[in-house]
């Protein structure tokens, strides 16, 4: 680098507060696998890397140094040094980053399969432990009694399974001893940027069989959805809440097939002209029209399941205090979506949100709005609700388990 280059850092990644044996440290999070998984820097070099946002050349970028060193004499070389190992590491924004990340989607784009990507580190890859796990999470909490009527739909976590395991277990006893010919998965689109939605038509491997998907219905939401969709579905392939949904409904279904419709949906703030819920139906409403057809669809038993988280607040999360001081007002608020979801009340769950700026980081926020567009008159029941609080990071999450029966 010359010392008029303008150094970027990469848009993509996370970076996230975490404690580490007293020391303030910043994991640096990358979907696309290129920085080393559990990379983490010291304070400084982050503070640096804060002002690597192409507007500083390698000079202003030294006299930053300086300054932040309180005057002590920093020489180019040590702040070439600082930008190699950067370069190296794949956190800059370079040609070399670029040819990287289009080998990795290319390589994924022509694949026929989706593997998957968690297991193994999350949940057994081994097909008998995996389901001797699911069973103790199953049957390692008290029976949830059936709903009455027939189930349309399943709201579960996608948090770790072993940090969620009580909700997941009220939300999947729902399932026991029951098939269905089609599922259609609503995730949520962590990596996905500027696009409403996500699709793929690629079959999902996990330890317990593949299961194929519904390529001509995946194609036929493809032509209505245009340009609310990714150009490409690269957004899946390390993407956990369809993954975690699938395992459980391989192994409540005991070996019966069924077909997958997986569609990862994406952050409303930064699709929409505003964020109102008329907003969301303009942009969306073939592809939704499209989505309900399927859903009642006589010719098929279908379900369908929302993979989302509720809340999630602290510094992790872009919060300046812990979550702790977030509790009460994140959790009224989880609640409160939670009683208009059950009710079926979109203008509710809509105005809910809107009422506090989306300020506690509700994930599954657009899942849980295209549920409500595309269910048919439902009967809503919440079965569970939980918070996990991450102590390195003095963050928080809310979780929830909800069925939907005609």
Not at 323 to 348: N, R, W
Request: glycine share 6%; charged share 25%.
């Amino acid at each position: 680098m010359t010392s008029e280059t303008a150094p970027r850092i990469r848009k993509d990644l996370e970076f996230i507060p975490v404690q580490h044996e007293g020391q303030q440290l910043i994991l640096i999070r990358d979907h696309l696998g290129l920085v080393q998984e559990g990379k983490a820097v010291a304070l400084p070099l982050y503070q640096f890397m804060t002002l690597l946002d192409g507007t500083r050349t390698t000079r202003d970028l030294q006299m930053a140094l300086m300054r932040q060193k309180g005057g002590v004499l920093v020489g180019m070389d040590e702040v070439e040094s600082l930008l190699a190992g950067l370069e190296a590491s794949y956190v800059l924004d370079t040609e070399a980053f670029k040819r990287a990340k289009d080998k990795i989607i290319s390589d994924f784009s022509s694949e026929k399969v989706r593997p998957c990507s968690h297991c193994g580190l999350t949940y057994p890859a081994d097909p008998s432990q995996l389901r001797d796990r699911l069973d103790a999470i199953l049957e390692g909490e008290a029976p949830v009694s059936e709903p009455a009527g027939k189930i349309r739909a399943l709201v579960s976590p996608h948090i770790d399974l072993s940090v969620g395991q009580r909700v997941y277990a009220s939300a999947y006893q729902m399932l026991k001893h029951k098939t269905f010919s089609r599922v259609v998965v609503l995730g949520v689109g962590h990596t996905l940027a500027n696009d409403l939605f996500c699709l793929t038509d690629k079959d999902f491997q996990t330890p317990l069989g593949v299961i194929e998907a519904e390529r001509s219905l995946v194609r036929e939401l493809r032509e209505v959805g245009g340009d609310i969709l990714a150009t490409n579905d690269f957004a899946h392939r390390a993407e956990h809440s369809i993954e975690f949904q699938l395992i459980f409904l391989q192994h409540l279904f005991k070996g019966v097939s069924f077909t997958l419709i997986p569609i990862l949906c994406g952050f409303l703030q930064s699709c929409l002209p505003e964020y109102t819920r008329k907003a969301y139906l303009e942009r969306t409403a073939p592809f939704l029209d499209l989505l309900r057809e399927i859903l009642q669809d006589p010719e098929h038993e279908t379900l369908l399941v929302a993979g989302i988280d509720f809340s999630h607040v602290g510094p992790k999360f872009g919060h300046e205090m812990p979550a702790e001081y977030l509790k009460g007002q994140s959790e009224a608020h989880d609640k409160k979506l939670l009683q208009h979801l059950s009710l079926m009340d979109p203008e509710l769950f809509w105005e809910e949100s809107m009422n506090v700026k989306d300020q506690f980081n509700v994930c599954g926020f657009s899942a849980l709005a295209c549920l409500l567009e595309i269910l048919p008159p439902c009967k809503g029941q919440i079965l569970d609700y939980e918070r996990w609080h991450e102590e390195p990071t003095r963050s928080a999450v809310g979780f929830a388990a909800v069925v939907f029966t005609s």
